[in-house]
């Protein structure tokens, strides 16, 4: 019984999102010292799934503590807290990446992003206007500080629809087992 008024769903949630951001962090680091170009890939969306991996750990947590009385809010804030320290620690890793550690990440996919506007025209899917457009806007593009708020506002929106998902898991689990016993 002790055990039980003893849990924190909080501070559980925010020691396994510390975690959960330092594990991505060390992810990205991997990743930038095999290739920094693979940090502007689709291999960076790996840490949006180590987080929700650390997501599902917190509601297991939640219901190994609480088995048959797993409420639905204690789930909620454990893995929704994942979600805030774990993308957290991720976008604000990213936008220091980006912007002081290694800026020519950023140029590299701007590089990209013209060279796949300029074949699109010669390829005749654009007119000469849109990728004179396309060019001027590239040129602006920056991982600053809005567009990083911006991402993490996103992550915390997806981040909130996983927890309830995870939660509501967690309490139906444990209502499962309280009514085969």
């Not at 991996?53 to 807290?81: C, D, H, I, P």
């Not at 300029?118 to 849109?130: E, S």
Request: glycine share 6%; with cysteine.
């Amino acid at each position: 019984m002790t055990e039980q008024v003893a849990f924190n769903p909080i501070k559980t949630g925010r020691s396994i999102g510390l975690i959960a951001g330092v594990v991505t962090i060390v992810y990205c680091v991997l990743l930038y010292l095999v290739d920094a170009s693979l940090l502007t890939k689709p291999w960076i969306l790996v840490s949006f799934f180590i987080i929700v991996g650390f997501k599902m750990y917190a509601a297991f947590k939640v219901w190994q503590v609480r088995r048959r009385n797993t409420l639905f809010r204690e789930s909620l804030q454990a893995v929704f807290m994942v979600s805030v320290i774990g993308f957290l620690l991720w976008i604000s890793f990213m936008y220091v990446m980006y912007n002081y550690i290694d800026p020519t990440v950023i140029e590299g996919l701007i590089n990209r992003m013209t060279e796949n506007i300029t074949q699109a025209w010669n390829d005749g899917r654009i007119t000469k206007h849109q990728l004179e457009e396309g060019l001027l806007k590239f040129e602006k593009v920056r991982f600053n500080f809005a567009i990083a708020s911006m991402m993490y506002c996103i992550m915390l929106i997806a981040g909130f629809l996983y927890a309830l998902i995870f939660a509501a898991i967690s309490m139906f689990s444990g209502r499962d087992i309280a009514a085969t016993n």
